[in-house]
C-alpha cells in the first residue's frame, strides 16, 4: 500500500511562510497524481494543488500566486511552499496521492498537519 506522511505545518503570523512536505513509502509505482487538500473546522475538504507525473500543475483560485507545489523526480515526495499566508488559510492540511490502472482511480490520503495563520 502506499503510506504518506506530512510534516512541516505549524503557527505563523499572517503573511509570513511555510514549507510543506509529504514523503511517500510503500507501493508507489503507476501514481499519476499528488497533492495537497485542506479541511478547515466546519468546511469540506477542498483541493489546494496538485501535480501530475507530467508535470501539469493545478491551483486553487484561493491560492495562486502565493502557493507553490513542487515534486522531486521520482514522485517520491511532494511539497508545497505557503508564501502571504493569510487566516482564511488556516486549515489541516493533507498529501494526496491517486493512482488509476485500467480507469480505476484509488486515492491515499496523509494523517495531516495543522497549518494556524494567526491575525
Known amino acids: 500500500q502506499v503510506q504518506l506522511v506530512e510534516s512541516g505545518g505549524g503557527l505563523v503570523q499572517a503573511g509570513g511562510s511555510l514549507r510543506l512536505s509529504c514523503a511517500t513509502s510503500g507501493i508507489i509505482f503507476n501514481l499519476n497524481a499528488m497533492g495537497w487538500y485542506r479541511q478547515a473546522p466546519g468546511k469540506q475538504r477542498e483541493l489546494v494543488a496538485d501535480i501530475t507525473r507530467g508535470g501539469m500543475i493545478n491551483y486553487a483560485d484561493s491560492v495562486k500566486g502565493r502557493f507553490t507545489i513542487s515534486r522531486d523526480n521520482a514522485m517520491n515526495a511532494v511539497y508545497l511552499q505557503m508564501n502571504a499566508l493569510k487566516p482564511d488559510d488556516t486549515a489541516v492540511y493533507y498529501c494526496?496521492?491517486?493512482?488509476?490502472?485500467?480507469?480505476?482511480?484509488?486515492?491515499?490520503w496523509g494523517q495531516g498537519t495543522q497549518v494556524t495563520v494567526s491575525s
Open positions: 494526496n496521492a491517486r493512482r488509476t490502472i485500467l480507469q480505476s482511480t484509488t486515492n491515499y
